[in-house]
Each structure stands twice: as structure tokens, then as C-alpha cells.
């Protein structure tokens, strides 16, 4: 049986955004190409459609199985850039989740 693939969906409020590009998001490049991630989104102006966007760029990635997100986030080459990232985004209000493949349930399993 197959991997299912995961998203990891990031929405962060940027205190320097040059500085995030040049520190953060130029490195990164290298260690998702390491591992295979494959980036659906990222833009500092998502359309919003109901409530209220405040943060200042939206990332979607694409990781082939919960097990690859977990080796990439855990990758200490990952650490370190993660650390630079906490420095240059507010982590109160910036967040991180991840999210499986949606999977319609079977015909009849759900009552």
C-alpha cells in the first residue's frame, strides 16, 4: 500500500521579508529539493473569501507521506534554518499544521 501524501500549510507574519527570502526561503530551496517536497503555494496575497487574512505570506507543501514531513522537519539541517525563521517571524501569531490527503469515506461506512 501506498504513502499517503501530507500538506503542511504555513501562515506566518514576516518582520523582514528581504531578510526571510535571503535567509530562510533561498536555503530552504536546497533541503525540500533533498527531500522531495513540492511547493503548491506560497504568495503574500491569498484571495480571501470569508473571515479575515492578517499574516503576511501563505505557504501550501507537498510531502509524499507523514513520514517524509517528519524526516524533513526533523532533518537537523532543517533545525537550523528553522531557528532563523523563529527570528524572523512573530511565533505567536505565525502557524504551522499539517494536514493528510483528504480520503472520501468507503460507500455504506458512514452513518
Known sequence: MADNPVFMI?????KDMDAFFADYVGPLQAHNQK????????TPTPKVLEGEYSKSLTVVLKFKSAAVQQGWYQDPD????????FEL???HSSVALVAPQFQAPAAGSVR
Open 78 to 85: 532543517y533545525q537550523a534554518l528553522l531557528q532563523r525563521r
Open 89 to 91: 517571524t512573530d511565533t
Open 10 to 14: 504555513i501562515m506566518l507574519d514576516v
Open 35 to 42: 527531500w522531495g517536497v513540492e511547493t503548491l503555494v506560497g
